[in-house]
Nanobody, 125 residues
Framework: QVQLVESGGGLVQAGGSLRLSCAASGRTIGSYAMGWFRQAPGKEREFVAG????????AYADSVKGRFTISRDNVNNMVYLQMNSLKPEDTAVYYC??????????????????WGQGTQVTVSS
């Protein structure tokens, strides 16, 4: 079992920044691909960013490229999402997820095995 707990969400004005954290426990996550997803009210969950086990490969949704950065600290079992130049359309609940058997960085949520409870990000205009 892997437990994932997100933190760092909140209310921010457009153009501002937030850093989300995902703390993993139960297993070391160094061999797992990790992803961030988000779900806005009335919309489907969507992939935001992903990172391979050692951090050498990254993937981003087109909507966040150049503004968001995913990173990880395998020593401390942490994954981060630095979000800059935030826009109102970034408002959503953000989820951290772990893919225990990654062949690549999956963008489909069904490929991920464990999920956190989510953290709310609200961007005001």
């Amino acid at each position: 079992q892997v437990q994932l707990v997100e933190s760092g969400g909140g209310l921010v004005q457009a153009g501002g920044s937030l850093r989300l954290s995902c703390a993993a426990s139960g297993r070391t996550i160094g061999s797992y691909a990790m992803g961030w997803f988000r779900q806005a009210p009335g919309k489907e969950r969507e992939f935001v960013a992903g990172i391979s086990g050692r951090g050498g490969r990254l993937a981003y949704a087109d909507s966040v490229k150049g503004r968001f950065t995913i990173s990880r600290d395998n020593v401390n079992n942490m994954v981060y999402l630095q979000m800059n130049s935030l826009k109102p359309e970034d408002t959503a609940v953000y989820y951290c997820a772990a893919d225990l058997f990654p062949l690549s960085i999956a963008t489909a949520g069904d490929e991920y095995d464990y999920w956190g409870q989510g953290t709310q990000v609200t961007v005001s205009s």
